[in-house]
């Protein structure tokens, strides 16, 4: 009985320490179902070219930039 337990428990420990290899980091984040009423946005990668907008900044690339119809800032992305 005390052989079988080993035996067990060997083999659970060294699935883990193989199966421990190969976890991946994910980073997911949860966007809320909110759009702005946003008229353009800019990304880093375009410059100051005006770009359709997407429904919110969660959506959108890091560091771009949804602007309403008068030119102010509405948010920037993460």
Known sequence: MALKVET??????????????????????????????????TCPSSGDQHLSPLCNCCLAS?????YSGDGTPICTSN
Do not use: R
């Open 62 to 66: 890091t560091g771009c930039t949804l």
């Open 8 to 41: 067990i428990l060997l083999v659970f420990i060294c699935g883990a320490i193989i199966l421990g290899g190969n976890l991946k980091i994910v980073d997911g984040k949860v966007c809320p179902l909110i759009c702005y009423d946003s008229a353009y946005m």
